[in-house]
């Protein structure tokens, strides 16, 4: 997902965001939720907005970002998978499944760090401590949906069943 703004955005949405939220004690969360769910990720100058109009420092608001896995502050691929690195998944093989996709996303010309997004913008992978999914572990989740007792084969497989659905439209 490409943020949708750019240095000389239109902040309108994110301003209501923060008429509602800005003057609440303790809603800097809430206020982080509904922007990323504005522009797809926390963009600099938008965090930099924020700032400005709630008084809250931005190195406090970046604190807050980089503590909370929910909160990006790159743009996300369309298809954002949350690898559980739990300590059941981590047990029944979560390294194996990191390494196939790993692969999968990585190019000759362009290995795949996690993080990234690959250069087609289908995909981000990002490693979360747990998805409370333990009896189906190892586990991920692409946008919210659940896949479990993975296989190096089987991950590689639904990676390949999104890029060719892709490919089709």
Known sequence: MSCKCNKTSDF???DHVL???????GSLITILQKTQDIYGYLP??????????TGIKPAKILGVVTF???FRLKSAGKYHILL??????HVNGSSTIEDAI???LSTPEAPYNEGDTT?????????VACLGCCSLAPVMMINGETHGTLTPDTTRSILQKI??????K
């Open 12 to 14: 309108s949405q994110l």
């Open 163 to 168: 890029r060719d659905s892709e490919a089709v």
């Open 68 to 70: 909370y896995t929910q």
């Open 102 to 104: 790993l692969s999968f």
């Open 119 to 127: 250069s087609d913008g289908l995909f981000t992978l990002q490693n």
């Open 44 to 53: 600099q100058h938008v965090i930099k907005h924020i700032a400005e109009r």
């Open 19 to 25: 008429d509602t939220y800005g003057g609440e004690q």
């Open 84 to 89: 559980c690195q739990g300590t059941a998944c």
